[in-house]
T-cell receptor, first 114, second 111 residues
């Protein structure tokens, strides 16, 4: 089975621009979660989608948004980029997001905001 | 809210045993995960504990005490390839799939 895939792997943007990142979960997985990883803050939860609905949201400003498609693929969007948005954005998938399930992470998209 | 603490860095010798501790304070608890992350790579799943006790998986074991808000990851017969960051993550009750991660422990294995 193919793992979680994320595109693009690397991205350079400038302040004020917006960016869209994509995540394809493991086949059959319907829950997709997004995390931001920075050296200072570590891994922080952004949001989770299941069956095209946002099920949980972390403590991030409204500039961060996402969506999930009927095939479980997910995208996240960051508008009006700030320097502090430079980070590794990780996507993780699981079957249905129940308590016992393991989340499997993709390789991440490394975003640099200049 | 949730707070998770783990040491920032540890060093150990090849062939030895190392224990990485994690303490947590959560509003509700629904499982604790350990992930390994090599530099520049994605976190990979190591273990999951939801009940008290020890879970063993080959060279890796993980322990949980819910009453103490404490877990540890035990790595035996250390190999150079075990040099990585080890992330402790907790899922709170009614938190869906949201994991709260500690800052990670960077383990350096020396020959």
């Amino acid at each position: 089975k193919a793992g979680v895939t994320q595109t693009p792997r690397y991205l350079i943007k400038t302040r004020g621009q917006q960016v869209t990142l994509s995540c394809s979960p493991i086949s059959g997985h319907r829950s997709v979660s997004w995390y931001q990883q920075t050296p200072g803050q570590g891994l922080q939860f952004l949001f989770e989608y299941f069956s095209e609905t946002q099920r949980n949201k972390g403590n991030f400003p409204g500039r961060f948004s996402g969506r999930q498609f009927s095939n479980s693929r997910s995208e996240m969007n960051v508008s009006t980029l700030e320097l502090g948005d430079s980070a590794l954005y990780l996507c993780a998938s699981s079957l249905s997001g129940t308590a016992e399930e393991t989340q499997y992470f993709g390789p991440g998209t490394r975003l640099l905001v200049l | 809210g949730q707070n998770i603490d783990q040491p920032t860095e540890m060093t150990a010798t090849e062939g030895a045993i190392v224990q990485i501790n994690c303490t947590y304070q959560t509003s509700g608890f629904n499982g604790l995960f350990w992930y390994q992350q090599h530099a520049g790579e994605a976190p990979t799943f190591l273990s999951y504990n939801v009940l008290d006790g020890l879970e063993e998986k080959g060279r890796f074991s993980s322990f949980l005490s819910r009453s103490k808000g404490y877990s540890y990851l035990l790595l035996k017969e250390l190999q150079m390839k075990d040099s990585a960051s080890y992330l402790c993550a907790v899922r709170g009750r009614n938190a869906g799939n949201m994991l709260t991660f500690g800052g990670g422990t960077r383990l350096m294995v020396k020959p």
